[in-house]
C-alpha cells in the first residue's frame, strides 16, 4: 500500500467520530439550530425547538462537543452551548483534499 492511501486510510480513521457525529439527523437539526443563535443556547431552549427530551438533548451535545463541533459557555448556572465548527470543518475539507488528490492521479 502506497504511503499516500496509508495517509488517506489513518485519515478516515481518525475522523470516524466527525462523521459519526454527523450522521444522527437529532445532531444535525442541533448544528443548524445552533448556527441561527450565535450567542448560544441551553438545553431548554434546544429542546423548545426539537422535539427530544432534555436528557436526549443533552446525550447529543456531549457527542457534538467531543467531536469538536459544540463547545459551551458557563452563563450564571446554565451552559449556553456554541456551535465551534471551524476544525472539524477544516478536517473534513483536508479529508475530501486528500481523496481528491488521490483521484486525479488516477
Known sequence: MSQHIE?????????????????????????????????????NMIAEHINLSRPAISHHLKVLKQSGFVDYEKKS????????????LEQLKSLIATIEAQCNKS
Open 7 to 43: 495517509h488517506t486510510v489513518q485519515q478516515f480513521k481518525d475522523y470516524i467520530p466527525l462523521l459519526d457525529a454527523l450522521k444522527d439527523e437529532n445532531r444535525q437539526a442541533i448544528i443548524l439550530l445552533l448556527a441561527q443563535h450565535k450567542s448560544g443556547l441551553n438545553v
Open 77 to 88: 448556572v446554565e451552559n449556553h452551548y456554541v456551535l465551534t465548527i471551524r476544525k472539524p
